[in-house]
């Protein structure tokens, strides 16, 4: 992503309830997307959690 870009992250929650989308073994929550993605040196703009699904928006 170049300076001054924004990535969007929506997948499936660690916290869900495993009934729809993948294991939930194979699931990460936004809190670890959001860690992951500031290491990467971008900065957070929103992280949401859903009941099934969460958002990370982000910008370098």
């Known amino acids: ?3 001054g870009g924004r990535l969007v992250v929506v997948d499936w929650t660690s ?6 989308g993948p294991p939930l073994e194979e699931r990460f929550d ?8 500031d290491e990467a040196g ?13 958002l990370v928006s982000a910008t370098r």
Do not use: I, K, W
């Open 15 to 20: 916290a869900g309830t495993g009934v729809e």
């Open 1 to 3: 992503v170049r300076p």
């Open 30 to 37: 936004a809190r670890t997307a959001a860690g992951a993605l």
């Open 42 to 54: 971008f900065t957070m703009r929103r992280v949401e959690s859903r009941r099934e699904t969460f």
